[in-house]
């Protein structure tokens, strides 16, 4: 599984440009069966939450939430992604998008707006950390 998946996302960034992959992986990360906040207990904080910023600490202490002075991130020490995470040497870091579009989702629900989500850092490219800044 892990080879197949690293040829489609080497044949992603072969033929599609950053836009359109991360439009396609984003709309897989909606859905994605593997989330570690599934949506029964996020609606339980959501409905535990009496404002936006109340709901942005709830979700920090159930979640890879971090408040950083006015900025929300969500911050992975390792990738937890269990599509690729046994082996991720040669995965490209386009499957990150699939955990934007996962991060996106969980604050549209828990906020009841969109939010754009910014990858900073990426244990893929390389970094020590994936980080994604979260704009409330």
């Not at 570690?36 to 535990?48: E, R, T, W």
């Not at 911050?75 to 992604?81: I, L």
């Not at 934007?100 to 910014?118: E, H, Q, T, Y």
Request: one cysteine or more.
């Amino acid at each position: 599984m892990n080879l197949w998946l690293k040829e489609i996302l080497e044949s992603m960034d072969k033929h599609l440009d950053e836009t359109k992959k991360a439009e396609i992986l984003e709309d897989c990360g909606e859905t994605c069966p593997f989330t570690h906040l599934n949506d029964a207990n996020l609606a339980l904080i959501v409905s535990q939450a009496e404002s936006d910023q109340d709901f942005i600490d709830r979700l920090s202490q159930q979640w890879h939430v971090k408040r950083e002075e006015d900025r929300v991130y969500v911050v992975f020490d390792q990738c937890y992604c269990p599509m690729v995470n046994t082996d991720i040497s040669g995965i490209s870091q386009s499957m990150c998008y699939c955990t934007r579009g996962n991060i996106k989702r969980k604050f549209r629900l828990g906020l009841g707006r969109a939010v754009d989500v910014c990858m900073e850092k990426s244990i893929l490219a390389g970094d020590n950390e994936c980080r994604f800044r979260v704009f409330v």
